[in-house]
């Protein structure tokens, strides 16, 4: 992703009257020194919304704002 999502990544997947479904993650290289077995790929948050249409500028601050939370943590809060 780009500008203020700089760092996080996103999964994309349609569904069912082309409805889009989306998981927001972070890499995490260094997954060991936090807490993880290793590199990881940590899902922060998902979300749909309607066909053609786009989310909203709060909704991306939501994401970065669980984002922090989680990058705020060490250990990280984790499950697996």
């Not at 989306?22 to 749909?48: H, Q, W, Y």
């Amino acid at each position: 992703m780009h500008d203020e999502m700089r760092g996080y990544y996103e999964i994309r997947v349609d569904g069912p009257k082309r409805e889009h479904f989306r998981l927001f993650c972070l890499l995490e290289r260094d997954g060991a020194n936090v807490g993880l077995k290793g590199p990881s790929i940590v899902i922060i948050t998902g979300m749909s919304k309607p066909f053609r249409t786009t989310f909203r500028d709060r909704d991306y601050e939501a994401v970065r704002n669980l984002g922090d939370e989680y990058k705020n943590r060490k250990p990280r809060s984790v499950l697996s």
